[in-house]
């Protein structure tokens, strides 16, 4: 849990500095992208920002589509989604 942690709030860090900074964030993944600095500069204008927890819903939907994969043996064990997702309070 503390590596989760880290990670996010790093996550959240470079979020930050992406939505403050969007011509450098452009200039630094166009190359990695092969997209255009002023088309990335668009879209990181209009993305939403931010990392939020995952809604209960979407935890249930996910549960579903993992125990059809098992039924299907796309899956060599079962899953439990719950216990990896970090649900919205």
Do not use: C, H, M
């Amino acid at each position: 849990p503390d590596r989760i942690q880290a990670i996010l709030e790093a996550t959240k860090e470079a979020d930050v500095w992406a939505k403050t900074n969007v011509t450098d964030a452009a200039k630094l993944l166009s190359p990695q992208l092969g997209i255009d600095v002023p088309t990335l500069e668009e879209v990181l204008q209009r993305r939403p920002s931010g990392i939020q927890p995952i809604a209960a819903d979407v935890v249930n939907y996910q549960q579903q589509v993992a125990d059809t994969f098992l039924q299907l043996k796309l899956l060599p064990k079962p899953i439990r989604v719950q216990e990896v997702a970090q649900v919205a309070k």
